[in-house]
């Protein structure tokens, strides 16, 4: 009897399975996974509008709108001056915005432009024709200044 007859044939070895990963593929997953939600919550903080301030946007376009209708600077210096307080309310420390009144309201508002068209220029009116029986200010000029104000908001993060 010939002694290669009783050699077996090669056996090859079972195929490398694909479950479950090796470490090295959960790391990377892992690392993917991080990375996406890190880039979520970038573009988020960075590119997504805000609610808040679209919404105070679209209230901007309704109170012009019912200005140019009827032209009262009272009611003009009173809305926008609500809405800049309740966007400053969500916005800022409640207790930082919320009860201030006169030259203190005007500079927190004055912070976020970096100038001081609230305290010297047309946004002045805010903290005093409210409470005037007749007001004279610039309407066209104040509510470019409000506008102003919120986009000087959405790019401040």
Not at 105 to 123: I, K, P, T, Y
Not at 135 to 149: F, H, M
Request: aromatic letters at 8%; one cysteine or more; charged letters at 25%.
């Amino acid at each position: 009897m010939n002694p290669l007859e009783q050699l077996r044939d090669i056996h090859l070895p079972a195929a490398i399975p694909w479950w479950p990963l090796a470490p090295g593929w959960w790391l990377l997953g892992g690392l993917l996974l991080a990375g996406l939600l890190l880039g979520w919550r970038w573009w988020r903080r960075t590119k997504a509008p805000r609610p808040l301030l679209v919404a105070a946007r679209g209230e901007l376009a309704g109170i012009e709108r019912r200005y140019r209708a009827e032209p009262r600077p009272d009611r003009l210096a009173r809305e926008l001056s609500e809405l800049l307080r309740r966007v400053c309310v969500v916005r800022y420390p409640r207790a930082d915005s919320a009860g201030l009144t006169g030259d203190p309201w005007l500079a927190l508002l004055d912070g976020a432009l970096g100038g001081n068209d609230f305290r010297e220029g047309s946004g002045r009116a805010l903290a005093e024709a409210p409470y005037r029986q007749d007001p004279v200010l610039d309407a066209e000029a104040l509510i470019a200044l409000v506008g102003r104000w919120l986009r000087a908001l959405e790019t401040r993060r």
